[in-house]
């Protein structure tokens, strides 16, 4: 959705709420007391009343945005910033665009929102012929953030990062020229370096009757027991510009998307920012209804970061 059209759909605070009852009222609202699926609608409180216990449940309660002091259409417009552009924008300049006055805010509601994004993409897996391979991100720890800043050094710390993508064998008839186009993709801060942190981490990304693809290294031995066939090529220029080459482009665009963008990324929030990455690429080719499908992982997602 672009600036224009945003608003005007979205004019005041009272449209913003109207459209995200809509998203809630389609996808259901369930009694945090009793688990009842079966409510009325105070329009006079903005409020959902179960018909069981007569509990009432807010319009933000359960979502990302329960305990937000910021208004629905301040939470609409960062929704927006999120998903309009493929590069996406800091909470800095957000906060900026804005004029607010708290920086701390709009970061906690754009990670919130991240978070929504990474909940709603681990609703599915990747299936058939998959890439997969390991790349580490420059991050920092918080006072690495601090000394960058003031001293203008890059971080230290290396955080791995697992990375998979659906990658469609192509073949001309004509040529017999073979190549591959991507669909899907994800990427996992990886944490445990060891060959079972690698088999727990296909296991929740692919499903099991996939063929994967990955160099030889020998924390990929265990990939076997979790999926249909795995093929293993020597690592190598040929591999990355080949056999691994949407894994590897995927990888480069997320690093210098980081770069340009946050500078510096705390290792503890990664995760969150390759979300938003790889949420926006998933649906590269939605256009205008990103908007939509952002403000329904933010009505879905179960709350997870405090305040």
């Given at each position: 959705?672009?600036?224009?059209?945003?608003?005007?759909?979205?004019?005041?605070?009272?449209?913003?709420?109207l459209?995200?009852?809509?998203?809630?009222?389609k996808?259901?609202?369930?009694?945090?007391?009793?688990?009842?699926?079966?409510?009325?609608?105070?329009?006079?409180?903005?409020?959902?009343?179960?018909?069981?216990?007569?509990?009432?449940?807010?319009?933000?309660?359960?979502?990302?945005?329960?305990n937000s002091?910021?208004?629905?259409?301040?939470?609409?417009?960062?929704?927006?910033?999120?998903?309009?552009?493929?590069?996406?924008?800091?909470?800095?300049?957000?906060?900026?665009?804005?004029?607010?006055?708290?920086?701390?805010?709009?970061?906690?509601?754009?990670?919130?929102?991240?978070e929504?994004?990474?909940?709603?993409?681990?609703?599915?897996?990747?299936?058939?012929?998959?890439?997969?391979?390991?790349?580490f991100?420059?991050?920092?720890?918080?006072?690495?953030?601090?000394?960058?800043?003031?001293?203008?050094?890059?971080?230290?710390?290396?955080t791995?990062v697992?990375?998979?993508t659906?990658?469609?064998?192509?073949?001309?008839?004509?040529?017999g020229?073979?190549?591959?186009?991507c669909?899907?993709?994800?990427?996992?801060?990886?944490?445990?370096?060891t060959k079972?942190?690698?088999?727990?981490?296909?296991t929740?990304?692919?499903?099991?009757?996939?063929?994967v693809?990955?160099?030889?290294?020998?924390?990929?031995?265990?990939i076997?027991?979790?999926?249909?066939?795995?093929?293993?090529?020597?690592?190598?220029?040929?591999?990355?510009?080949?056999?691994?080459?949407?894994?590897?482009?995927?990888?480069g665009?997320?690093?210098?998307n980081?770069?340009?963008?946050y500078?510096?990324?705390?290792?503890?929030?990664?995760?969150?920012?390759?979300?938003?990455f790889?949420?926006?690429l998933?649906?590269?080719y939605?256009?205008?209804?990103?908007?939509?499908r952002?403000?329904?992982?933010?009505?879905?997602?179960?709350?997870?970061?405090?305040?």
């Amino acid at each position: 959705m672009n600036l224009l059209k945003f608003h005007q759909v979205f004019t005041n605070e009272e449209a913003c709420k109207l459209h995200f009852k809509q998203v809630r009222d389609k996808n259901g609202v369930v009694c945090n007391k009793c688990g009842s699926e079966h409510h009325y609608w105070i329009s006079s409180m903005w409020m959902y009343e179960c018909k069981e216990c007569h509990y009432r449940t807010s319009l933000k309660k359960g979502t990302i945005m329960e305990n937000s002091k910021l208004k629905f259409k301040t939470w609409y417009i960062i929704m927006l910033f999120m998903s309009a552009t493929k590069k996406g924008f800091s909470a800095a300049e957000v906060q900026r665009q804005l004029g607010k006055k708290r920086y701390e805010p709009i970061w906690r509601a754009m990670h919130k929102i991240r978070e929504a994004m990474g909940q709603r993409e681990d609703l599915y897996k990747l299936e058939d012929m998959i890439e997969f391979d390991d790349a580490f991100f420059e991050t920092s720890t918080p006072e690495k953030v601090k000394q960058s800043l003031k001293r203008g050094l890059g971080s230290q710390k290396q955080t791995k990062v697992t990375v998979a993508t659906e990658s469609v064998p192509l073949e001309d008839l004509e040529s017999g020229t073979k190549s591959s186009s991507c669909r899907y993709f994800k990427m996992k801060v990886n944490q445990d370096f060891t060959k079972e942190g690698s088999k727990s981490l296909v296991t929740a990304m692919i499903g099991n009757n996939a063929v994967v693809r990955t160099d030889k290294s020998t924390s990929y031995v265990n990939i076997s027991d979790c999926v249909d066939i795995h093929m293993t090529t020597k690592s190598g220029k040929e591999t990355t510009n080949t056999t691994l080459k949407w894994t590897h482009v995927a990888i480069g665009n997320a690093k210098r998307n980081f770069l340009g963008i946050y500078h510096c990324i705390k290792s503890d929030y990664l995760q969150n920012y390759l979300n938003e990455f790889v949420y926006r690429l998933n649906r590269r080719y939605f256009g205008e209804r990103l908007f939509d499908r952002v403000v329904l992982a933010a009505s879905t997602a179960t709350l997870q970061t405090s305040g």
